[in-house]
């Protein structure tokens, strides 16, 4: 036999025996000294095995090619080739006659969920270092991607003339998972050492022009699909002008010293108009803050407001309260949800009476309140906001009128007005008392004394009676004593009492940032020391899991990243949790003590009465944690396989809906979902166990709120995984109880996303034009609204999640293009001055991503980062080209130079307010740390930790490499939300999701009894 037919044989046998991966290497060995074979021959035997057993998803096809490649046998420009040539993208729509026996048989079995995974394992392999070691290597890698993009583009194109309509990649989510990672690992191996010397030499330009008329084809349908990837290949394509064409001959220094001179005399000549602060600036900016996870910085806040105003603290604070009653307004009008509406109300009632009691402490000014107040109030629609009587001539209208007298009950109640000025103010009696004030210092003294008092107060956090400040600032001091003193029974009370309260936690980051609260929390738990010997095991879990539970709260609500939680290193036990935590192990990954401690839960939960002292004492919470997917996946792997009865495995998994154990089931359900999802075969059994684990027969009174948090922070990922596995299996009826179950917690997410029906109405803008048309409509809205800012009018509908999902969809460069065109047409029509000042406060308006963008220039060993390129960003790369653009076209350039100017203005460093006075702040107003008119004044706001996750995020970091040089930080963002998520992240797990690594369950059930 040939040394090609042993090794076909060889790879048949290790197939039909399910042979894993780490003897298949170890058998390789041997064969490879016996019969050496070439690379590319190698492949093909395994992919040509493929055909002879049938199976359209063999999971340990993609894990023996990826133990060659880290044998060092195969290079991933060779498996690349082989993969291509091999792949079923290449078969063309199946015509009746196909369906013969003849046709049949000479069709080729589909690939696609292979090809993804290969190619998934090769980005790994890039981003991780491992790959690749040459230029050759690289080059062919790159020559490899190119022709595999022209594949899936014809595939593309042959399925839309197939069909004659616009189906094409839409049609198959293999194919969208496919083209995504495509992409991906474009710019993994853009972003390598290697990648950028091949696309930096001149000596490969002939491969220059093919992957630029690869990307040409390719970024189009980036657009189709909307998938924010663009930014990152949009960057490389400009940076390496990778455009299909032989590079033109370059600018002569005299020319660029010409061309650098004339773009400088074109900027001096541009004059400003005056400045305008236009009613929409402010409107739009409180929008951006309240749009998704609170970004009420407030030194970034103050500083954006004394660029504006600049000493001008009456007209600041006039602004700021019409501002913050339009955004009520609009709310209304625009029916949002009752969370969203509390939060705006919250803003204004418990955030601004706070913060301008603040700023005026540190000013040392004293300015007339209650006329400020009163020429504010005059602004207001008297239909949006009547007072009292009023309200019995307007039945049936939805009306605000308590939320006024609530701004000025919080307004005396901080000492901004006298109580007397409320009844002239309201024009008549308030309804109600003047609520008590609370002083932080002696909540924090009540909670010391009195412990039960912080869950008392955490249930008033969300009263609109001015003191959530005072509050908050109370129960973040506790917490961080408690965590220092490492005194976990009574801060586990105070985050359950958290967790449940959703609304409590949006409040709290109107005072916090997310690292102020969960720095100490997230040590703790990486600190958490664990005796044998400390006594009761079981309270233990209970305080550990509580903890942990606000924490992952916290995160999924708010989508947070490593350097939000204020973690700096990989070797945080909370870091990996989120990473790997939902991923299970085989059993030959884990090590002697991991294996023990799988063993010794399993025979608690199936096996013995129930769980003992000695199996939680023998294993920290953390061991645990790391362990549930795995504990999860060979549990259900020995039930379908008919080692456990689904009986025994129902009621052991009953064990963990015990409060001490249920924060689990948040990595474990991730598990489960992902299962279910990656599931060819019929997926009975999981989905039997996922319902009784999200609808429990009976679950105890304690565990109802811990298991409704549980499923706050897992419904939205389940529910878009098992609508999908419907649309594969519409004739099933076991998946709707689930979904039913689930749909309650499905709102609990709050990252500015978008709603389908919003986005569908953007981009179907009647005036044409998709999202971008619809964004410059919006603009022109706020430019009619803010030529008559004394007339007391609603705002038009506006949210800032419009221009959040262009810039997550199209990227910032394409909507920074449209708000500039809208720009330059209102110069055209004498309106420029104004609308200058709506495009730049949305230009200037915070994101979450920009909360990073202050992290250390080398953070070292520390997580990485990977933020979106911001409109700020593109606005600066777009003022580089203003000497090119000027002499093209004069008027735009204009208008950006304009642009910029005003940005630069409005985001300059301050010293804050001019007479800051710190001391006399501390001592006047007791505003130490904590206190109830805190201003945090921390320089960076939230973002002065270094890290992003790491792993999926660092590949495309490493990517935009190059760009970065020249000053790009490009990046792409986060998902839209729902089945809208179109982050890069979400595009890795979703691909990964979509072949997953169903490995074949090796756990021996009898033997490890």
């Known amino acids: ?33 016996r019969n050496p074979i070439a690379p590319s021959a190698l492949i093909d035997a395994l992919l040509e095995t493929r055909l002879a057993t049938g199976v359209k998803w063999d999971p ?58 290969v190619i998934q394992d090769a980005m790994l392999a890039v981003s991780t270092g491992h790959a690749p070691k040459a230029l050759s290597e690289t080059t062919g890698t790159f020559s490899a991607i190119v022709d595999w993009i022209h594949a899936v583009v014809a595939w593309h194109n042959s399925q839309m003339s197939a069909s004659q309509q616009a189906d094409g990649l839409m049609s198959s989510p293999d194919a969208v998972s496919l083209f995504e990672s495509l992409g991906i690992l474009l710019a993994a191996v853009s972003g390598t050492e290697k990648g950028l010397q091949v696309l930096s030499s001149d000596s490969n330009e002939a491969l220059k022009v093919r992957l630029g008329h690869a990307l040409s084809a390719y970024l189009p349908l980036c657009v189709d699909l909307s998938l924010p990837l663009r930014n990152r290949l949009d960057a490389l394509q400009k940076e390496f002008n990778l455009y299909g064409e032989p590079p033109s001959k370059a600018l002569g ?25 236009s009613r929409a600036g402010l409107y739009v900016y409180i929008n951006a803050m309240l749009a998704g996870r609170p970004l009420v910085d407030d030194s970034i806040m103050l500083n954006y407001l004394t660029n504006r105003y600049g000493g001008r603290y009456d007209v600041l604070i006039q602004e700021m309260i019409t501002a913050a009653f339009d955004v009520c307004s609009n709310a209304m009008y625009r ?33 007339p309140m209650e006329l400020c107040i009163s020429h504010a109030l005059s602004r207001l629609d008297p239909n949006t906001f009547p007072s009292f009587s009023q309200m019995f001539s307007m039945q049936g209208t939805s ?104 609304q409590a936690l949006d409040v709290i980051l109107l005072f916090r940032s997310p690292k102020q609260v969960l720095q100490p929390l997230c040590a703790l738990l990486d600190s958490w020391h664990w005796d044998e010997d400390q006594g009761e095991s079981q309270p233990v879990y209970d305080e550990f899991g509580s903890i942990l539970l606000l924490v992952l709260a916290f995160k999924y609500r708010y989508d947070l990243r490593p350097y939000d939680l204020g973690i700096v290193t990989h070797d945080s036990f909370v870091v990996r949790l989120l990473e790997r935590g939902s991923s299970s192990q085989k059993l030959d990954e884990l090590s002697e003590k991991q294996n023990k401690h799988l063993g010794s839960w399993i025979g608690a939960l199936f096996i013995a009465e129930g769980i003992s002292e000695e199996t939680m004492s023998a294993c920290s919470p953390q061991e645990f944690y790391l362990l549930a997917s ?89 529910e878009d995984q098992l609508k999908d596995v ?68 609603p705002p038009p509908s506006y949210t800032h999640r419009q221009i959040m999902s262009g810039v997550r969809m199209l990227g910032a460069v394409r909507v920074l293009s449209a708000l500039v065109d809208e720009l330059r047409m209102q110069f055209d029509a004498n309106n420029g001055d104004l609308v200058l000042d709506i495009a730049a406060t949305i230009v200037c308006a915070p994101l979450a991503e920009s909360f990073a963008l202050d992290l250390p220039k080398d953070p070292g060993p520390a997580l990485p980062r990977a933020p979106l390129l911001t409109l700020r960003d593109a606005l600066a790369l777009l003022h580089d080209a203003v000497p090119k653009m000027s002499e093209k076209d004069p008027a735009r350039a204009e208008a950006v130079v304009r642009l910029y100017r005003r940005v630069s203005a409005l985001m300059a460093p301050t010293a804050q307010v001019p007479n800051l006075d710190m001391n006399n702040i501390i001592q006047n107003m007791q505003l130490g740390v904590g206190g109830p008119d805190q201003m945090n004044l921390e320089p960076g706001g939230a973002g002065d930790a270094v890290a992003d996750e790491a792993n999926l995020d660092q590949m495309l970091d490493n990517a935009a490499a190059a760009a970065a040089a020249a000053g790009i930080d490009a990046g792409v963002g986060q998902g839209m939300g729902g089945g809208l998520d179109t982050s890069i992240d979400d595009v890795l797990n979703a691909a990964d999701m979509a072949v997953g690594n169903p490995e074949f369950l090796d756990l021996d059930m009898e033997g490890m009894f």
């Not at 220094?253 to 602060?277: C, K, R």
């Not at 917690?745 to 919003?758: N, Y």
């Open 1 to 33: 036999m040939t040394s090609h037919g042993q090794w076909r044989t060889f790879l048949h046998q290790c197939l039909v025996h399910r042979i894993d991966v780490a003897e298949f290497k170890n058998l390789s060995r041997l064969l490879f000294k």
């Open 60 to 117: 340990l096809l993609p894990l023996y090619i990826d133990g060659l490649c880290k044998m060092g046998k195969v290079q991933i420009s060779t498996i690349l080739v082989s993969l291509l040539k091999h792949s079923s993208i290449h078969d063309k729509p199946r015509s009746p006659a196909a369906d013969s026996p003849q046709g049949k048989k000479k069709h080729n079995c589909y690939t696609l969920m292979t090809d993804i995974r």
């Open 253 to 277: 220094v005299s020319t660029l010293e010409n061309l650098n001179v004339n773009g400088i005399q074109f900027e001096a000549s541009i004059i400003d108009g005056p400045v305008i602060n």
């Open 335 to 367: 029916n949002e949800s009752s969370r969203t509406m509390f939060l705006f109300r919250s803003f204004l009632v418990n955030k601004l009476p706070s913060f301008f009691a603040a700023m005026l402490a540190a000013s040392m000014v004293s300015l």
């Open 399 to 502: 009306v605000l009128s308590d939320v006024r007298q609530e701004f000025l009950f919080a307004c005396a109640s901080h000492k901004l007005i006298p109580e007397s000025s409320i009844e002239r103010l309201l024009g008549e009696n308030p309804m109600q008392a003047l609520p008590v004030g609370y002083n932080k210092d002696d909540l924090v003294s009540q909670i010391n004394t009195n412990p039960e008092r912080a869950e008392q107060l955490i249930n008033e956090i969300e009263f609109t009676e001015g003191n959530a400040g005072a509050i908050v600032g109370a129960i973040t001091e506790v917490m961080l004593s408690l965590c220092n003193q490492k005194e976990t029974m009574t801060l586990k009370n105070i985050c359950n009492a958290l967790s449940r309260r959703p």
């Open 630 to 718: 795995t504990l999860f996946s060979q549990s259900l792997g020995a039930c379908e396989a008919g080692k456990l009865e689904f009986d025994t495995l129902k009621g052991g998994f009953e064990y963990l809906l015990e409060p001490f154990l249920l924060p689990s089931l948040v990595v474990a359900l991730t598990w489960l979902g992902n299962h279910i999802w990656e599931m060819e075969s019929d997926p009975s059994i999981p989905l039997k166990a996922l319902h009784s684990l999200v609808s429990p027969s009976s679950i105890s009174g304690e565990a109802k709120e811990i298991h409704r948090t549980v499923l706050n922070i897992t419904a939205r990922s389940l």
């Open 726 to 793: 419907r649309t594969r299996h519409p004739s099933r009826t076991d998946i709707k109880p689930v979904l039913d179950a689930l749909e309650p917690c499905l709102s609990f997410p709050r990252t500015g996303s978008c709603h389908r029906s919003e986005l569908e109405s953007w981009t179907a803008h009647a005036g044409g034009g998709g999202l971008l048309g619809s964004i410059r409509s919006t603009m022109q809205s706020l430019l009619i609204w803010s030529t008559s800012p004394d007339v007391s009018m």
